[in-house]
Each structure stands twice: as structure tokens, then as C-alpha cells.
């Protein structure tokens, strides 16, 4: 921890060790290698502790508001470290060698912290026995998607009794309409990013009732669609709306100021293969930002929160992702999550834990100095009509 902690280029082992220990770096570097790579002790409780530590100063500062979900990609060179493959990096926004971690955060608008960290292991890594023994992944381990790995998270968190709040996501796991399907079985609300392309039924609209019985063989029982009648996708949706019905809203303040878009929210129902189902899906609300200066919609997300929930209130939910990527820069930046060199599945969680057990214990320190209202964004106070400072010129 002292070697995370510690200011550094690289926070791997044995630049920590000589960091920590400059006159017995050798032996340093044994103990805390073993430590990380080979000790049989269990991260989630490390985990547990770390994010309770914090939640004490977070609740200063008001309820936690969401359940973050994302995941991050570390770049990586080879083939030999664990997870590693060709896939999407979004740190180099294309697709190369890199491992990816998917996470869940706990989140109010003055902080964050990570409390479930996995590793995504990707089916060539899954499905080969030898790559599997080589790197020490568990028997349990299986391949499964991402949306699956965020929801063994999400059901450890409600385990562990952590304080409830909406799950909010990007599209990579709003468009999966089986993980909605799951948090919705699982009684948790959600504000999950979807892309233009998904398909909606419009306000008012829902699929066709099944077809009338003819009298013979088994009565129909799915919904239908027809030529004229049929979904449209979240783009189409949102182009058809009215002018009036977009609203400017603030959301956050921002080192440039105050944060504004303009917004819109209506009830729609999903349309993914409803046509198998026997009744529609029900009514949800779909959020649309379209910025001022852009000639169409740019972010799509769709809420299953009550129908008493403002536009102000989706719009800040929607938009408090922001602060994964603010942990992640800092935990890659200052903490050297992205500095391990190991190759072993035990070492590679042993120290992402560790580094979030860092940081946990940075925005514990950094909540507990803070005072609970912000104050970076202080505006000098006005100057009231006809004031003239003592010896001014009239002109001044």
C-alpha cells in the first residue's frame, strides 16, 4: 500500500520494493511479489473493508446514487498474461491486445469507489485447458459476457447489503436486453445507455394483439407486428418528437462552468423480439439528449424508475457515469492499476484490489476534508448598485 501510495513512474514490484525498502530491495521484492502474485488471501474481503471505510465520508456528502457499471481495458503486449486478447480497448478507442476488467462503483455526486472488480476472460482463453493452467484461473471460472460478470457484482453488492441505488451503464450493457430483463426480475432500477439503432415502440404505440382464433388447431397467443405497424429505432423515435417538448437542463458543475444540454423524456416500450412473447413489454422511460449545437440526437438511454421521476433527476442519474471514468483515470494515472506485470489470474486481482483499497482510502481522506456543499465554484458576490470604493474616481 505504501508503494501505490508512494509517487512513482511504475507501480509494479520492484520499483515499489526500492521505493520502499532502498536497502534491502532483493528481500523487499520476494516478500511483496509473493504477496501480490502467490498469497492465498481473499480480495473480496480486502474489498468489503475498503468500501466501508469510504462509505462513511461519501454519506457525508449525501445518499450514494447510483451503481456504476463499466469496464476498462489494459493495454497489453504478448499473449501469456491472463485474459489477454485481440479485443476492444476503449482507453485506445479501437480493437488490440489488452486485457478488460469489468467493474461496479458506488457513487454520489461528491465521490465514487469501486466495489467489484473482475477480470473478462475471453472464450480462447476460456475453452483452452493449457492457457487456463498456465495463468492459476479457478475451475469455477467460465466464459460469460460481459452483462453477466456486471451482474454477479451487482447481485454480491445486494449480498453484502450495500446501500441500494439505480444501476446506470453505457449502451455496451443497456443494448443487452436480457441484462435489463435480469434487473428488472431483480427488482432494480436502471438508467442504461442504448444506441440509435434499437428498436422502440413510439409513445401511445405497442404491438398488435395475437390474431383471432380461426376455430382450429391452438388459439394464438404471441403479439404481433405488420408492415405499417411495427417498432421504430431510438433514433427514428426521437427525431419524431415535437419541438416543444425539449427542455435545457443543468446537470453539474464543471471546471467550465455549469453543465447544460437540451433533453426530452417519454414512456415507450422496448421491442426487442416481442413478437415471441405474449403480451408487450411494459412502459419505460427513454431519455434523449440533443445538444444545442448538433444537428440530431447523440445519447439514447432507457429508466425503468418510477413514473413520478423528474427530467432533472434521470438527467443527473444518466449523467453520473462521469465519475468511473474519473476513478479509473486516476486509479491507472496515480495508483498504477494498469502497472501490473504479472501474468497469473490470483496476482492480477490481488493487486487491482489493492489499488482500489488505495484509493478508497485517497477519497475517504478527500470526503473527510471536504466540506459536505462545494465549494471550487464559489462566485464573488455582487456589488450592489452605485458602490464606489472609498477614494475612486467618479469615472472608476
Known sequence: MKGLLLPGDRKSVEPMAAKVDPRRVRARHQSMHHFVATAPWYGGAILRRAVDYVLAQMERHGPVAGWLVDDTGIPKRGRYSVGVARQYCGILGKQDNCQVVVSVSLANATASVPCFYRLYLPESWATNAERRAMAGVPQDVEFQPKWRIALSGLDQMVADQLPHAPVVADAGYGDATEFRDELTRRRLGYVVGIKGETTLWPPGQAPLPPKPWSGRGRPPTRVRRSTEHKPLPASAVAMGLPHEVWTAVQWREGTRGLMESRFVMVRVRPAHRDELRTEPRPEEWFLVEWPHDATEPTKYWLANLSQETTIEELVRLAKLRWRIERDYE?????????????RGWRGFHHHGILCIAAYAFLTAERAR???????????????????RPRGATAQA
Open 330 to 342: 486516476e486509479l491507472k494515472g496515480e495508483l498504477g492499476l494498469d502497472h501490473y506485470e504479472g
Open 369 to 387: 476534508l471536504s466540506p459536505p456543499a462545494p465549494i471550487a465554484f464559489l462566485r464573488a458576490a455582487a456589488v450592489p448598485p452605485g458602490f
